[in-house]
């Protein structure tokens, strides 16, 4: 099976942009999470969608938003970009495993500079 | 905010030596994994552990987990210069909805020398 892929790779915008980051899951996974890591704050979870609808989200501000496509396909978007959002953004793509386990994989990441 | 702490935060050794990294957290988990970085791209799934194990291996992984003491340890053996990389903790608790949330720890940078 193809690996879980993130477009685009690398990307820079001004603040007080937006932007669309894009993620394809593994075939067959229904849940795709989106992370963001920061040299300052680490990995931090952002939301989590299963099924199209949202049902999880970490304590990002409302600019962070994000959706999901009868595919499992998934969009990140930030609005009004600040310098501050600047960071490594990954998506992962899970399945239940057994007994209360999810295994989640990740992909290679979009590296975005806010300048 | 993270909850896990790694330590040490940078570790150096020689090709051949064994590394351990140690990590802690602070609420209740349903099973804790490890993931491997290198220079910051995407996260390479190592090991999972389950909170009813107290020990697990996959070639030259071992992992335990004491639950007691919310603290987990990593150790590479016979380490190698291609096991350069940022390797991280992530604990991962059952949400009501059903999902696991991973919770990541700071990390610990591991360099590898020939």
């Known amino acids: 099976k193809a690996g879980v892929t993130q477009t685009p790779r690398y990307l820079i915008k001004t603040r007080g942009q937006q932007v669309t980051l894009s993620c394809s899951p593994i075939?067959?996974?229904?849940?795709v999470s989106w992370y963001q890591q920061t040299p300052g704050q680490g990995l931090q979870f952002l939301f989590e969608y299963f099924s199209e609808t949202q049902r999880n989200k970490g304590n990002f501000p409302g600019r962070f938003s994000g959706r999901q496509f009868s595919n499992s396909r998934s969009e990140m978007n930030v609005s009004t970009l600040e310098l501050g959002d600047s960071a490594l953004y990954l998506c992962?793509?899970?399945?239940?495993?057994?007994?209360?386990?999810?295994?989640?994989?990740f992909g290679p990441g979009t590296r975005l500079t806010v300048t | 905010s993270q909850q896990g702490e790694e330590d040490p935060q940078a570790l150096s050794i020689q090709e051949g030596e064994n590394a351990t990294m140690n990590c802690s957290y602070k609420?209740?988990?349903?099973?804790l994994q490890w993931y491997r970085q290198n220079s910051g791209r995407g996260l390479v799934h190592l090991i999972l552990i389950r909170s009813n194990e107290r020990e697990k291996h996959s070639g030259r992984l071992r992992v335990t987990l004491d639950t007691s003491k919310k603290s987990s340890s990593l150790l590479i053996t016979a380490s190698r210069a291609a096991d350069t990389a940022s390797y991280f903790c992530a604990t991962a608790s059952t949400h009501n909805t059903g999902f696991q949330k991973l919770v990541f720890g700071t990390g610990t940078r591991l360099l590898v020398s020939p």
């Open positions: 992962a793509s899970s399945m239940y495993r057994d007994r209360g386990v999810y295994e989640q994989y």
């Open positions: 075939s067959g996974h229904r849940s």
């Open positions: 609420t209740s988990i349903n099973n």
